[in-house]
């Protein structure tokens, strides 16, 4: 084994001084990788290495994912199973398969340089750097994966790497029912929301279906209306025939250039859009958004960090007042009640799995001016082995403004017990 790493340094090393990197770098990927096993086996061979087949494809594959892929972690990446790559350091690498996280065996790098190879090998084509007075940086692979790295001195275990992958083939709703992430009322009552233009906002924690679960809600968006996606890092692929993605932009090394969701939330309100979806909200874009809800733009979608339907409120409500207007808390309180219609908060389980936890509506304030959040269906999981979706039996006041919207809902949907039945 060490003498095959030795062959492996030996071809890397030389290889880097025999190929000229601009001419790969303006290569179809494919073909940089052709060229690349090509230059390897030629330097193999004027080496007089006599090799298995096993251990020369190895060697071979190893050196390609060095020069032209992402090196120690390129087979992690290509592995179907695999939905994100942790690298804490050199000599510790983890990923998330099938929802669970688990530790990779084999010691993948050889030190904290091998990992900043590869952190360099994908920001330095955007125009991006990583180092002491830069520390951190977000990023997007070509196949659509999101990347983060931070280094020392802010890490204190190496160089982290973390790049969360980009499905290239794209859920529907089918999936959600098969994999038992939603009940089959739950998903006709969004479905129905969505084509009725209600505002909907997807709550809940980190790598919890949120993104993925907003694409499917926004395929029930009628194909003759224009889509304008907002996302600080771009990740939603929609179906739709008229969609236009907008990604914000980070500053350039010299602090230039910087574009924000805010400044592409209010460009997009001047480009005649049916509706907006943003992929997250962070700060004070949630204030232009929620005045964008409350002046028209209806069946707006998008998602937020929070604990609870009840959470995102708040939550939407604290990041509004963090935008540069300076408007009463009740004010803000108040938007936030009429232009929220339905929040669909998601979670994972202990064994991986993804579910909608609870879709809730949001009525009008009570008397201590505070949003009303009306629960109508949820998950429980103390119910059998699996947990269960249930139906609480309310009907929300929002089933009125759907009727009006041609959308006119069985009241069956809505009676106490188990979802597991299929609406007609």
Same mark, same amino acid.
């Given at each position: 084994?060490?003498?095959?790493?030795?062959?492996?340094?030996?071809?890397?090393?030389?290889?880097?001084?025999?190929?000229?990197?601009?001419?790969?770098?303006? @290569?179809?990927?494919?073909?940089?990788?052709?060229?690349?096993?090509?230059?390897?086996?030629?330097?193999?061979?004027?080496?007089?290495? *006599?090799?298995?087949?096993?251990?020369?494809?190895?060697?071979? &594959?190893?050196?390609?994912?060095?020069?032209?892929? @992402?090196?120690?972690?390129?087979? !992690?990446?290509?592995?179907?199973?695999?939905?994100? %790559?942790?690298? &804490?350091?050199?000599?510790?690498?983890?990923?998330?398969?099938?929802?669970?996280?688990?530790?990779?065996?084999?010691?993948?790098?050889?030190?904290?340089?091998? %990992?900043?190879?590869?952190?360099?090998?994908?920001?330095?084509?955007?125009?991006?750097?990583?180092?002491?007075?830069?520390?951190? #940086?977000?990023?997007?692979?070509?196949?659509?994966?999101? %990347?983060?790295?931070?280094?020392?001195?802010?890490? !204190?275990?190496?160089?982290v790497l973390n790049v969360r992958k980009f499905s290239s083939i794209p859920l529907g709703p089918g999936d959600l029912l098969a994999r038992?992430?939603?009940?089959?009322?739950?998903?006709?009552?969004?479905?129905?929301?969505?084509?009725?233009?209600? $505002?909907?906002?997807? =709550?809940?924690?980190?790598?919890?279906?949120?993104?993925?679960?907003?694409?499917?809600?926004?395929?029930?968006?009628?194909?003759?209306?224009?889509?304008?996606?907002?996302?600080?890092?771009?990740?939603?692929?929609?179906?739709?025939? +008229?969609?236009?993605?907008?990604?914000?932009?980070?500053?350039?090394?010299?602090?230039?250039?910087?574009?924000?969701?805010?400044?592409?939330?209010? &460009?997009?309100?001047?480009?005649?859009?049916?509706?907006?979806?943003?992929?997250?909200?962070?700060?004070?874009?949630?204030?232009?958004?929620?005045?964008?809800? $409350?002046?028209? +733009?209806?069946?707006?979608?998008?998602?937020?960090?929070? &604990?609870?339907?009840?959470?995102?409120?708040?939550? /939407?409500?604290? @990041?509004?007042? *963090?935008?540069?207007?300076?408007?009463?808390?009740? +004010?803000?309180?108040?938007?936030?009640?009429?232009?929220?219609?339905?929040?669909?908060?998601?979670?994972? !389980?202990?064994?991986?799995?993804?579910?909608?936890?609870?879709?809730?509506?949001?009525?009008? /304030?009570?008397?201590?001016?505070?949003?009303?959040? #009306?629960?109508?269906?949820?998950?429980?999981?103390?119910?059998?082995?699996?947990?269960?979706? %249930?139906?609480?039996?309310?009907?929300?006041?929002? #089933? =009125?403004? !759907?009727?009006?919207?041609?959308?006119? /809902?069985?009241?069956?949907?809505?009676?106490?017990?188990?979802?597991?039945?299929?609406?007609?």
């Amino acid at each position: 084994m060490d003498a095959l790493k030795d062959v492996r340094r030996t071809v890397h090393e030389r290889l880097i001084g025999r190929v000229d990197a601009r001419q790969l770098d303006a @290569m179809p990927r494919a073909e940089r990788r052709l060229r690349v096993r090509e230059e390897a086996l030629s330097l193999l061979r004027e080496q007089g290495h *006599m090799l298995p087949q096993s251990a020369l494809a190895d060697v071979v &594959n190893a050196v390609s994912d060095a020069v032209v892929g @992402m090196g120690p972690i390129e087979f !992690l990446l290509k592995d179907p199973e695999i939905t994100e %790559v942790m690298v &804490n350091g050199p000599d510790d690498v983890y990923v998330e398969r099938k929802g669970r996280i688990e530790r990779v065996a084999d010691r993948l790098f050889e030190g904290e340089e091998a %990992v900043l190879h590869v952190i360099e090998r994908i920001v330095a084509p955007l125009g991006l750097r990583v180092d002491a007075t830069s520390p951190w #940086v977000d990023a997007r692979l070509p196949d659509g994966s999101r %990347v983060h790295a931070i280094v020392p001195p802010l890490s !204190l275990c190496g160089p982290v790497l973390n790049v969360r992958k980009f499905s290239s083939i794209p859920l529907g709703p089918g999936d959600l029912l098969a994999r038992g992430t939603i009940g089959p009322r739950m998903l006709e009552f969004l479905a129905a929301c969505v084509r009725g233009r209600m $505002n909907i906002v997807i =709550s809940g924690g980190t790598s919890s279906g949120k993104t993925t679960l907003l694409a499917i809600l926004s395929s029930f968006v009628p194909s003759e209306e224009r889509l304008i996606t907002i996302e600080d890092a771009a990740e939603l692929r929609l179906a739709q025939p +008229h969609v236009i993605g907008l990604e914000a932009r980070p500053a350039t090394v010299e602090g230039r250039g910087e574009v924000t969701v805010r400044d592409l939330v209010r &460009n997009a309100l001047r480009m005649r859009p049916d509706r907006i979806v943003v992929g997250e909200v962070r700060g004070g874009e949630a204030l232009d958004m929620l005045q964008a809800m $409350n002046t028209g +733009h209806d069946g707006s979608l998008s998602t937020a960090h929070a &604990n609870s339907a009840r959470h995102a409120l708040w939550r /939407l409500e604290t @990041m509004a007042l *963090m935008s540069d207007v300076d408007l009463p808390v009740a +004010h803000v309180r108040a938007q936030v009640a009429s232009a929220i219609d339905v929040v669909v908060h998601t979670a994972r !389980l202990r064994d991986g799995r993804r579910v909608v936890f609870q879709v809730a509506a949001v009525d009008e /304030l009570d008397g201590a001016g505070d949003p009303v959040v #009306v629960e109508i269906f949820g998950f429980r999981p103390r119910i059998g082995r699996e947990g269960a979706f %249930v139906c609480t039996g309310i009907t929300p006041r929002v #089933v =009125s403004s !759907l009727a009006e919207r041609e959308q006119d /809902l069985d009241q069956r949907w809505f009676e106490a017990g188990i979802d597991a039945w299929e609406p007609a």
